[in-house]
């Protein structure tokens, strides 16, 4: 059943990128033929998309990517042995579990406190707009706590064998 729901959230969240995706690619044309074949520059349209691709980067990166698909530099890490790989991936999910968490208060306080300020052209809220980051952070804390679970108590060869493959070969 959890297998079920964690494939539907992740279609989801892989749908909701995508037409953020075409979403900001209309814009984008919008923008580019409004100014340059009707000579009306459209401003508002150069915030929008500036905007979306901020959300659309920090929500594929929480919700869309798997861990095998962020840049890491595993020179060292891949010679060592796969225990040692696991207590390696082990201390530094604990790591950053660890730096998200004390920051998080702060980062929050502050897109609260952001919300005495608005866009210059579309007037959104700020705090709306930097909240991505803090859901960034806690789908992140909360991805890295499961991961770190697998290597403690779960099938920690497979976990380690899904960080390094290629988003096809574990699909």
Known sequence: MMTILTQWCSRLATHIATAGMFLLFALFI?????????GMPQTWVDEAVTLLAAWLVFWTAAFV?????????D????????????????????FFIAVFAVSIYGIVDFILFMNISTTDMLRIPLDR??????????AMMVRLFILLL????????QALIELEATPQEHV
């Open 30 to 38: 919008f923008g580019v033929v409004m100014r340059h074949l009707f």
């Open 65 to 73: 990517l798997s861990f095998s698909e962020y840049i890491s530099f």
């Open 75 to 94: 020179v060292i890490y891949r010679l060592f042995s796969p225990a040692i790989q696991r207590i390696v991936v082990m201390l530094g999910s604990l």
């Open 129 to 138: 707009v930097y909240a991505i980051f803090a859901v960034f952070l806690i």
């Open 150 to 157: 697998r290597l403690a108590f779960g099938e920690w060869r």
